[in-house]
RNA sequence: GCACCCGUAGUUCAAUUGGAUAGAAUGUCAGAUUCCGGUUCUGAAGGUUGGGGGUUCGAGUCCCUUCGGGUGUACCA
């Protein structure tokens, strides 16, 4: 039974029947009615006013009073200007509540038949993970169980960065000054070990540049042709001939990323069901180059390199192959598109990718779709804001780039000690304990990335992140636990959820039956995010449901309860609560713990 | 220069996509525990939604303008 369902079947009715109008019932539109005013939905009846030659005042009433005559689940209802405010009586709320119960509200979404891939991660090799990926890691994975949830077929893929002059630059660095130094020797984990090259070879290009400087060349010319920059592009060269010895070092270090950045993606707990290197399809899109030059849609220039006009669609030049030959990202990208598609035929393609690549993937989308590739109309570009520090910008030449291993491992001592200092767990064992850690660590870094609106820049503060109170994961993951330690004791006194309260009859309190309301909406909520991409609407969700469940926790008695049926009732109250909140946070990549 | 994005309590974020008196958290102050877990709950104070104009029954949201911040605009990836 679907409560807003059944208002809008009536509203129709009365239309018909007060106004001699036909309204579709989808043209109807019903809000949560504001907390300072009686009932549950609210009306807006301005925009109707034309249908009935009425005032939105007499609209209101009018429909009200039908309402209150014809609809059996009306408790009462006013009428304030043009907002008629709906109050549902307990008997229907009750129904209602006793039905999700039986067949959870998440339950009830229908496959949809479509197949979305999500690309999200794509990090390069030539440097550790820092807040910014997590920002993406953490986002890609929550949109792809958002969208599985919503009844989506969903393929999450990785598509790794392992080649180009970056790469070319850390091995640089590591042939000159490496000696025979390796992430086993020296104990360092693998991504940072090549990090630390990188940043190696950055400095002393940088002294080189300077000197040619202080030689009389300018910035531009100094910088292409300090002799590193040279060995580099000469490396690169290598690489794509295939030099052996080369190649081997090429996998040697990129072995080594790859072992510590698996160690991060264990860690954070995000996965793959397919990862596309780089490496393996840098070379395809020449042939979509071919293709296009040939239906006309790009043209190649007098030095023989390629280029699309899209200045008729308000947008430049793009160039799409180099005068000799070789590709730019975008050729490999326009390859790997449709090397996508044949792989898993998608009826929408999502890549989570920060918004400093907004006009590329509004490019990258055009292009695409001037080439006639009809899956084009399904790609998107979930762009995300950048995340900030109270300092400012994350800068790596300034060295206040938060490190993801860095944080999770500060996080990881954070729960530790907040944890002991409440000593609820003392019957843990150590392995039991750490589990215990990492599921309130991730908790608390995750939702403090995910509750903010992904389009939206945000700001870290890391002392702000690590709190348990208000607004963040653990003030969910508590309430959770609480309600467990509830389901617990009454499972001793032989109290389970499994009942339907269809007809009983009692007044609820006020508490029981906003929380009942709450959770009556989480199927629209999921439905939302799924739509908008948005994991922060489902963790705003979150926020109100543990708020609403806490408010009830101390305003009524659920043991003391004499009447046993509102007794159980109440424990089946808890009992959904904790099943929403743990299907919920499963969406934004959280566990919940049992105790705390 | 041009294009795009963002300006909301001291601070960090919301606002049902054009709806009511703009809400939470945090911080500050004042309260609540004979009771199921106090990482909880209740209350107070805090706002010209950067400024100005416009569109209409109605604007934080749409349009114009102005100020401030950010990003992009490579034969880089």
């Known amino acids: 039974m679907n409560v807003e369902f059944l208002l809008k079947e009536s509203i129709t009715k009365a239309f ?13 539109k019903l809000q949560p009615t504001r907390k300072d005013f009686k009932g549950s939905h609210t009306f807006v009846t301005f925009p109707y006013a034309r249908f009935s030659g009425k005032s939105p005042v007499e609209t209101g009433e009018l429909i009200g009073s039908y309402l209150k005559d014809k609809s059996r689940i009306l408790a009462s209802f ?6 008629l405010n709906l109050e549902i009586n307990d008997a229907t709320w009750l129904r209602v509540f006793g039905m999700n119960l039986k067949t959870n509200p998440w339950s009830k979404t229908k496959p949809t038949g479509k197949k979305i891939m999500v690309e999200y991660s794509s990090p390069n090799t030539n440097k550790p993970l820092h807040l910014g990926h997590l920002r993406n890691n953490f986002l890609g994975y929550s949109v792809a ?31 000159k000054y490496g000696d025979a130094e390796s992430p086993e020797n020296t104990g360092i984990k693998g991504d940072h070990f090549i990090g630390k090259y990188y940043v190696k070879f950055d400095r002393e ?14 910035k531009e010319q100094a910088s292409l042709q300090a002799p590193l920059i040279l060995e580099a592009k000469e490396l690169l060269k290598k690489w794509e001939e295939k030099d052996p010895v080369t190649v081997d070092l090429w996998q040697k270090m990129n072995g080594w990323v790859y072992e510590g950045f698996n160690k991060t993606y264990q860690d954070i707990g995000v996965d793959f069901d397919k990862i596309y290197y780089e490496s393996d399809t840098y070379l395809l899109g020449k042939e979509v180059v ?5 239906k006309g849609v790009f043209y190649r220039k007098d030095d023989g390199s390629v280029w699309v006009d899209l200045s008729d669609d308000g947008l430049d030049e793009k160039l799409l192959l180099r005068s000799d030959g070789t590709s730019v990202y975008i050729t490999q990208d326009l390859g790997t598109a449709d090397m996508k598609y044949k792989d898993f035929p998608f009826d929408r393609s999502v890549y989570v990718v920060g918004n400093e690549q907004d006009y590329y993937f509004e490019v990258l989308i055009m292009i695409l779709k001037k080439l006639g590739r009809k899956y084009a109309d399904g790609m998107y570009h979930l762009s995300y804001g950048m995340v900030d520090l109270p300092t400012g910008k994350m800068k790596s030449r300034e060295g206040t780039v938060v490190d993801a291993d860095d944080l999770v491992e500060e996080m990881l001592k954070t729960a530790k000690k907040q944890t002991e200092e409440l000593g609820k767990i003392e019957e843990f064992n150590e392995v039991q304990a750490r589990k215990l850690y990492e599921v309130l660590a991730m908790g608390a870094l995750k939702y403090f990335l995910l509750k903010i609106d992904p389009k939206k820049r945000m700001l870290f503060n890391p002392e702000e992140s690590i709190q348990f109170q208000g607004n963040t994961g653990p003030f969910i993951q508590y309430t959770y636990a609480r309600i467990s330690a509830i389901l617990r004791k009454a499972a001793e006194l032989d109290i389970y959820p499994d009942k339907s309260y269809a007809d009983l009859q009692w007044a609820l309190h006020e508490t029981e039956k906003d929380l009942i309301i709450t959770l009556s909406n989480y199927a629209d909520k999921l439905a939302e995010a799924a739509n908008e991409l948005s994991p922060s609407t489902i963790a705003n969700y979150e926020y109100d449901l543990a708020k609403s469940y806490n408010r009830f926790y101390t305003e009524v008695s659920i043991f003391n309860e004499e009447n046993t049926e509102r007794r159980n009732f109440r424990v089946s109250l808890s009992f959904l609560t904790a099943q929403t909140i743990r299907h919920s946070m499963k969406l934004l990549g959280i566990e919940v713990p049992e105790r705390m």
């Open 205 to 218: 290009y940088k002294k080189e540049v300077d000197k040619l400087i202080s030689k009389g060349l300018t």
């Open 290 to 294: 071919d293709e296009g030059l040939k």
């Open 145 to 175: 169980e958002i969208l599985k949830a919503a009844g989506n077929e969903v393929m999450k893929v990785n598509l790794v960065n392992d080649r180009g002059i970056h790469i070319c630059k850390s091995m640089l660095a590591y042939q």
């Open 78 to 83: 006013n009428v304030i200007n043009g907002f």
């Open 16 to 28: 018909m029947e007060l106004f001699g109008h036909n309204l579709d019932a989808e043209e109807i």
